[in-house]
């Protein structure tokens, strides 16, 4: 994946509309609340918004780890990703420390798999 970028409009600071009001040649004396400094800009054709680009980082140049090698391989069901983990959580034990038979359909998919020599000969 590579770094996707998205843009999204933020409403300027209290610091960044005094800044760009005197810029634009009007002196302000005093401290003004946020919605004065609003109405001067409002006034003055300053944009009261500003577009802030959001990096949303990918798996670019980076190191993969053995959940993301499985679920490449298909050796993981994408609609489960959540059920899978080295580690039994508790919602997945019965009252007497058991696995329930809902999640045994998961168990040979996870650590039996993951343990066995024909898969790790297959990643490496």
């Given at each position: 994946m590579t770094r996707l970028q998205?843009?999204?409009?933020?409403?300027?600071?209290?610091?960044?509309?005094?800044?760009?009001?005197?810029?634009?040649?009007?002196?302000?004396?005093?401290?003004?609340?946020?919605?004065?400094?609003e109405r001067i800009a409002n006034?003055?054709?300053?944009?009261?918004?500003?577009?802030?680009?959001?990096?949303?980082?990918?798996?670019m140049d980076k190191p993969k780890g053995l959940f993301q090698i499985l679920l490449e391989r298909g050796y993981i069901d994408e609609?489960?990703?959540?059920?899978?983990?080295?580690?039994?959580?508790?919602?997945?034990?019965d009252d007497n420390g058991k696995l329930k038979k809902e999640f045994e359909a998961y168990l040979p998919r996870t650590l039996n798999q993951i343990s066995s020599h024909n898969i790790i000969e297959s990643i490496v």
């Open positions: 998205e843009k999204t409009n933020l409403k300027k600071t209290k610091k960044m509309l005094v800044k760009e009001i005197k810029e634009a040649g009007f002196q302000i004396r005093g401290h003004l609340s946020k919605d004065e400094l006034k003055k054709g300053i944009r009261l918004t500003y577009e802030f680009l959001i990096k949303k980082e990918g798996w609609n489960n990703v959540n059920l899978y983990s080295l580690r039994v959580k508790k919602h997945q034990l």
